[in-house]
T-cell receptor, first 109, second 113 residues
Framework: GEDVEQSLFLSVREGDSSVINCTYT??????LYWYKQEPGAGLQLLTY?????DMKQDQRLTVLLNKKDKHLSLRIADTQTGDSAIYFC?????????FGAGTTVTVRA | DTAVSQTPKYLVTQMGNDKSIKCEQN?????MYWYKQDSKKFLKIMFS???????INETVPNRFSPKSPDKAHLNLHINSLELGDSAVYFC????????????FGPGTRLTVT
């Protein structure tokens, strides 16, 4: 259950919504996460969702979880230039986090 | 206040050398981790310690040896460095196993020449 998959690139216009998708494999994952990594920086925990929830909203961020399909998404409303970064999906599996390859989000004016 | 800190931030060294990376967390967490991020940005766990005891040891060459002198510190020592060890190494901590938030340090960029 360590395969977490994400699309690699997303280009979005400033002010539009971004949606980043992720699929995971371990149905026993307790938590699923979104981390943000800006160039040359560490990983910033953006948000997470407990596996018994369907949705979590936190300001401009909305996380949707479909447990049946093992699908997780992150929606960023009103995308700004500061949102340009790599976004990692991760599942909590066997006491550790298993990460996807990251989605590089580019925000264009 | 930096929650999870690592030193050094950059490390350039030659093949065959031995080097250490240090990590400290001031969050009072019980569990600490080392992750490796390769040039393609792929992140993979290497080790985890819970209250100074090793609980996760992924398939990592035994040239890599973690040491936890106390639960606030988890250091990574690497012997006989190889070109393929070049990567960014991230330390992370968690209050305890099973708790939601895991916080990462700023990373140490290791370059082996």
């Amino acid at each position: 259950g360590e395969d977490v998959e994400q699309s690699l690139f997303l280009s979005v216009r400033e002010g539009d919504s971004s949606v980043i998708n992720c699929t995971y494999t371990d149905s026993s994952s307790t938590y699923l996460y979104w981390y943000k990594q800006e160039p040359g920086a560490g990983l910033q925990l953006l948000t997470y969702i407990f596996s018994n929830m369907d949705m979590k909203q936190d300001q401009r961020l909305t996380v949707l979880l479909n447990k049946k399909d093992k699908h997780l998404s992150l929606r960023i409303a009103d995308t700004q230039t500061g949102d340009s970064a790599i976004y990692f999906c991760a599942e909590n599996y066997d006491y550790k986090l298993s990460f996807g390859a990251g989605t590089t989000v580019t925000v264009r004016a | 206040d930096t929650a999870v800190s690592q030193t050094p931030k950059y490390l350039v060294t030659q093949m065959g050398n031995d080097k250490s990376i240090k990590c400290e967390q001031n969050l009072g967490h019980d569990t600490m981790y080392w992750y490796k991020q390769d040039s393609k940005k792929f992140l993979k766990i290497m080790f985890s310690y819970n209250n100074k005891e090793l609980i996760i040891n992924e398939t990592v060459p035994n040239r890599f040896s973690p040491k936890s002198p106390d639960k606030a510190h988890l250091n990574l020592h690497i012997n006989s460095l190889e070109l393929g060890d070049s990567a960014v190494y991230f330390c992370a901590s968690r209050e305890r196993v099973g708790v939601s938030e895991q916080y990462f340090g700023p990373g140490t960029r290791l370059t082996v020449t």
